[in-house]
């Protein structure tokens, strides 16, 4: 896979490829960080490849619609095809790289403010971009997969009941997957949002409730509300918040320990598979 990724960054810049790394942390994806003989812009390249074509196409058309806003983003440099292993996007690197700083204050403010920024994106439905099908998810009726686990039994009946609040709220751009790992920060400032491969059209409050989900299984509930409440003052209450949090929780099983490695290299510490199986136990029984 090395030498294909070198192969085709190489035919995009125009250029010679010095290195070719691999990164770790994505599970739906490969990333490598490519380098180019200077004199090149950029030198430093990041490559995802994707077996899903959706998810490459979401990533492409979500960084198309970033470009130039105020929303801190990667730059598309290109886009195509690797032979028998998928999809690729090319894109400048981000600087920085995640921290976990849940009792301060204003890493919380900041998460929630560059949050807020991408919800204020323009998105229309000619962006390319999927629309959230919203309550009208066909997978709800089936009821949950058994290999979800009590956790989704219980969950179930009140997703159920306030499925509509799914649809609730204006449609804007949705990251999909913003939590604080793919958030990059320079000293006290964000840098840049990365892997929008998740992306699409449709409520804030699927961001919102997401990263709350996240928070409280990273850290604890003190910082889920904390940042909720940031984001309330810069964007305001997001419709639907409280539905879109039952099916945040729903996200991580049937077991939250599969998620461990992504905790561990945006920095999370003292994170095990017990501590984060117990917090999801406690937030789902918060929302019975």
Known sequence: MIDAVARVTGDLMN???RAVRALTGGLSNLTYLVRLWPPANPE?????VFADRARAHAERAALRILDGTNAPAPKLLGHGRIPAAGWFV?????????????????WLEGLAETLARIHAVPCSSRSGLALDPGATGGWIDAGPRPA??????????????????????????????FHAGNVHWVGRRVAGVIDWEMARRGP?????????????????RRAARRFLAAYVDCAGVPPGFDAWLLLATLRPLPDPARWLPSYESAGWRDVTPSVLRRRLARLAASLV
């Open 90 to 106: 090319a894109s400048t690197r981000v600087r920085g790289r995640p921290v976990a700083r849940p009792d301060d204050p204003s």
């Open 148 to 177: 979800l686990g009590r956790i989704a039994e219980k969950l179930w009946p009140m997703l159920e009941r306030r499925r509509d609040e799914l649809a609730s709220g204006r449609t804007v751009l949705v990251h999909g997957d």
């Open 204 to 220: 804030a409050a699927a961001d919102v409730a997401y990263c709350c989900m996240d928070l409280t299984l990273a850290a604890d």
């Open 44 to 48: 430093t390249v990041v490559v995802r």
């Open 15 to 17: 250029g010679r490829v």
